[in-house]
């Protein structure tokens, strides 16, 4: 196969050209980061499960009628994606309190939250994505109010759709982070999910035991993150139930 050019090069995935005009290919690494990439590995494994991951929510996501950007998984690790302008927002949506909320207003991590709370950070690593409100976002003209609505009508719609999915296997979803792009149809424009939905960027506890199985595990030195991921895919079907955390995944088509 040609060489394909790379567009963006991220922590944890890297961008190329696609092959129609307004495509992109998006390739999962196993590279883990946090605290802003202070702390890195590579999780063998790890960009394999969220690329089948990812194509699982966004499949889900498109067949309830929210927009992603997801056009179908190429391989292993990589998939077709429609180019979008990112507005440089991650968009978390809290269920429970944990992470920063915990940090910031002293809530026990778990406290369950009065309703689902959606914060915008803004996409910069120098800064540290900082928290914003909606008139920094207004202000500095990162969205505007209509898109401000509707990114948080769209994050809501996630929030339910990934809380029921992940109720149905056991697993209480304690709050996600998304990116939101524009897709211009003419003059108009469309909002959609983008980037990717996996356990790197939710927080996901067994409901019965609180095991964590998302990135905290490898933030909080907690065990092995592909024993973690694996077991979330497994749940939803996505590997076959014969793979144990002593083999690499496998996968089914
Ligand atoms: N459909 C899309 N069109 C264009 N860019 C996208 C799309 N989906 C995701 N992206 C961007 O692709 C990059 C994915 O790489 P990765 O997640 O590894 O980046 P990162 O290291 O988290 O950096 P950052 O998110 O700060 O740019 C991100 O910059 C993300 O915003
Ligand atoms: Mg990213």
Redesign the pocket.
Known sequence: MARRKKV????????YEGPEPGT?V?YF?DDA?AFN?EKTATIEGKGVLNNRLSEFFMNGLAQIGVPT?FIKRINMREQL??????IPL?IIVRNFAAGSLSTRLGLAEGTALPRPIVEFCF???GLG?PLVSEEHILAFGWATQQDLDDMIALSLRVNDFLSGVMLGVGIKLVDFKI?I?RIWENDFQRL?V???ISPDSCRLWDIETGQKLDKDVFRRDLGSLSDAYTEVARRLGVLPSNVTHTTKPTLIN
């Open positions: 963006y090069e991220g922590k944890a995935k890297i961008l992109l998006q690494k980061t990439a950007h994606i429609r180019s979008v302008e990112i991650e996409k910069d690593d994505d990116e792009g959609v983008a980037d990717e």
